[in-house]
């Protein structure tokens, strides 16, 4: 089916069994708990597997004079030591290829430069040490700021990176209230629990990849691509991952590297990287630097509103961190200025990290706002309520559904917003000062091509496949509860295989359209089997109920197991229409902040935090909070302490490591609250509902940083906010 048209009423709308919003537990918990959900380096098939390990270039940037591999060669254990020069036939670089080891030329600190395959993993990492690679060092460009003098305008990515509506600058130098502004974010790491890890195994000309991925379909097409074979030669498998928040979405080098060892052993080979290798060999989010020109009258109604970022990414790579993106619907405003540029940086590839663009661009527009409040002296959501948008102010369409102002309203009344003091810095609670913020949250909301199987048995078991993936957010447990309540059954007659390109081709997981494209192509193969059932009990099938095993339709019901034989199976497919041009469509939400700003060290802590959102339907009340409390977290992590710190003269990250690299910690977070809004959004999907993986972390940082303004009174707009930005501001305040 096609999403041409909003969706009419369907079975998701009668919810009969009550399945949908449920709070299922997980339906794989218990694999997980107990250690049987197997994760892609706890394969064994193919026997027994040699372990590889990377050699890493030591520096960032130039060529290989010479490798010596002899001595890695001769250590024990040591089967194989790859490099350019008896790798494997690739095809040339892409966007859809990632070739590993194909040249001399190094464009990053820590790119691969030989793998060294022995009998185990101890050996080949004792081998790869005796590898002895000499270098020809270019100098290279790793500061944003410096480099941007050389920026150039990227081409487009969900769409182009400028645009322009009036007459900006005219509109801006004439406006009676100015503020202009700019904001910096630092590189970060998606820093997830599991690293990349392949197995890779060969039979005859066919690859099998066990590994750790999002996108399978896409991974298929690029593993095929980059060693030259037919995606019908490649299987990708990766039933369980352990976290991506994007840094999975492409193939990365172990699951090539693994691959082709693998080839010139003729056995299985494992690789999986070490954590400090991940820091460089795979991708992380590129720093930004954001300029925003807010022009409005008297009252605090915009007049011009502008949006610039620049960015930064290896050689050869046109991905840009699309930071000016939600600014172009979020607010009202007749003169308006997007762009975004990029600039070469020769540091490790820069791509999507969780909520690529909005993550980073809300630190800054929703701090501008906050200061823009101040400026014209009105309360932060007051200024915008009066700057909210009668229909999307770029495309000029409506929007499928907004309650940014409900949010802003319900967060209000449940935090005690009445309460604030406006004015810093004048709330204590013994040596803490107490500051109080808000910000805005806006995700674009996305759907993808999608299909399903689903086959009903005489045993009454349900199997559905999909070549969908599970990066922790519940795809297991919110697809269970989909198929159970189209076919009126119980989630334990529910079978659910994702994890496998020999499954119908499936979204994959990222940027939030995972469950609304995979559960849609899911919807669509449940209805297409419903259909057949009803044929089958000679019912019709628009009027056919299915609840609690059977069908019923005028006062009759049948079993469903006594209508499908030898079973009955139906497929299904969701592709993206008319809707998507038709309507703006953003899930939108409000975060609420109270922080402690000790007045002598600056040290910060959360007090405490909510987020009030609106993402359509919610299809598990479980499962959705969890993902907003993930990124509500990942946004505290934002705000007080994540960067990856370049070195500028070895031109690499200094703490690529998870000692030294800060993510949020149980310290850090206090117990959030989550609030859903009522919603459901017919222009989306069938299923009505909005992707939620990445809207939690979208505004959630700028309200800590508002509300570390309102404690103390320093405004630090250069992001981490770490306690030594706020120190030189403090003695003043404190006195």
């Not at 708990?33 to 130039?62: D, F, L, M």
């Not at 630097?289 to 949006?307: F, N, P, S, W």
């Not at 209000?412 to 204590?428: C, D, E, M, S, T």
């Not at 949250?441 to 996305?446: H, L, Q």
């Amino acid at each position: 089916m096609e999403m041409s048209k909003p969706a009419g009423h369907n079975a998701l709308d009668d919810n009969r069994q009550g399945l949908i919003g449920k709070p299922l537990d997980r339906v794989d918990g218990r694999l997980k708990v107990t250690g049987r959900a197997t994760y892609a380096y706890e394969y064994n098939e193919g026997g027994q597997a040699s372990y590889a390990y990377i050699v890493q270039s030591t520096i960032a940037k130039g060529s290989i004079i010479s490798i010596d591999s002899a001595a890695a060669e001769r250590a024990p254990g040591v089967q194989l030591v790859l490099t350019y020069k008896n790798m494997i036939a690739q095809g040339p670089k892409t966007k859809e290829s990632s070739p590993q080891l194909h040249d001399e030329k190094i464009t990053h600190f820590g790119q691969p430069v030989a793998l060294v395959v022995a009998s185990s993993f101890e050996q080949a990492r004792a081998g790869a040490a005796l590898v002895n690679v000499r270098y020809q060092q270019d100098a290279g460009e790793f500061n944003l700021n410096k480099a941007k003098v050389h920026a150039r305008v990227p081409p487009p990515n969900q769409q182009a990176p400028d645009a322009t509506e009036g007459e900006f600058e005219a509109a801006f130098v004439a406006a009676p209230v100015q503020l202009d502004v700019t904001y910096t974010t630092p590189h970060q790491s998606h820093a997830m629990m599991e690293p990349h890890a392949t197995l890779a195994l060969w039979n005859g000309d066919h690859l099998t990849l066990y590994t750790s991925n999002q996108m399978l379909a896409q991974a298929q097409g690029a593993v095929a691509k980059t060693l030259q074979l037919q995606p019908t030669q490649v299987r990708i498998i990766s039933r369980y991952v352990g976290g991506g928040f994007g840094a999975k979405l492409a193939i990365q080098a172990d699951a090539i590297l693994a691959a082709a060892a693998a080839k010139k052993l003729g056995r299985p080979v494992k690789l999986a990287l070490a954590r400090p290798q991940v820091f460089h060999v795979t991708t992380h989010r590129t720093a930004t630097e954001q300029r925003i020109r807010l022009g409005t009258d008297k009252d605090g109604h915009i007049q011009a509103i502008a949006h610039e970022s620049w960015s930064g990414n290896t050689a050869g790579e046109d991905f840009y961190e699309s930071a000016a993106d939600q600014t172009r619907s979020l607010y009202a405003g007749a003169n308006r200025k997007i762009a975004h540029r990029l600039s070469t940086l020769d540091l490790p590839v820069a791509s999507s990290m969780r909520a690529p663009g909005e993550a980073v661009g809300l630190l800054a527009i929703e701090c501008a706002m906050d200061e823009l409040a101040e400026k014209l002296n009105l309360d932060p959501i007051e200024l915008r309520k009066r700057n909210e948008p009668s229909q999307d102010p770029t495309k000029h369409v409506p929007y499928s559904t907004r309650q940014l102002v409900p949010c802003m309203e319900e967060g209000a009344r449940r935090f005690g917003w009445n309460k604030r003091n406006p004015k810093p810095g004048q709330v204590r609670d013994g040596r803490w000062l107490i500051g109080h913020g808000m910000a805005a949250a806006s995700r674009g909301n996305f759907l993808r091509p999608s299909k399903a199987s689903a086959r009903l048995d005489g045993d009454g078991i349900l199997t559905v496949r999909m070549g969908m993936t599970d990066i922790g957010t519940g795809s297991y447990t919110i697809f269970t509860q989909i198929a159970a309540e189209m076919l009126g059954l119980p989630p334990q007659r529910v079978r659910m295989l994702l994890g496998d390109t020999e499954f119908p081709a499936a979204a994959g997981s990222g940027g939030s359209f995972g469950a609304a494209s995979a559960g849609s192509g899911l919807y669509d193969a449940c209805m297409a089997l419903r259909g057949k059932l009803a044929s089958a009990a000679g019912f019709n099938a628009d009027s056919a109920l299915f609840a609690n095993g059977q069908i019923s339709d005028g006062g009759q019901s049948k079993p469903l197991v006594e209508l499908v034989g030898a079973g009955l199976e139906a497929e299904g497919e969701i592709k993206p229409g008319a809707t998507l041009k038709q309507f703006s469509q953003q899930a939108y939400g409000a975060h609420f902040v109270e922080v402690g700003v000790d007045m002598d060290t600056g040290e910060v802590r959360i007090r405490r935090m909510l987020g009030v959102f609106a993402a359509g339907r919610i299809l598990n009340e479980k499962t959705a909070r969890s993902q907003a409390l993930g990124g509500m977290t990942f946004g505290i992590g934002a705000a007080l302490t994540e960067e990856l710190v370049v070195d500028e003269q070895l031109g690499l990250f200094a703490n690529h490591d998870l000692a030294e690299y800060h993510v949020a910690t149980n310290a850090d977070v206090p117990a959030l609250e989550v609030v859903f809004l009522p919603e459901v959004d017919d222009k989306a999907n069938p299923l009505k509902i909005k992707g939620i993986g990445e809207l939690g972390i979208c505004g959630a940082g700028a309200a800590v940083a508002n509300a570390i303004y309102n404690a103390c009174g320093v405004r630090v707009r250069d992001y981490p906010m770490t306690l030594d930005k706020l120190l030189g501001g403090l003695p003043a305040q404190a006195a």
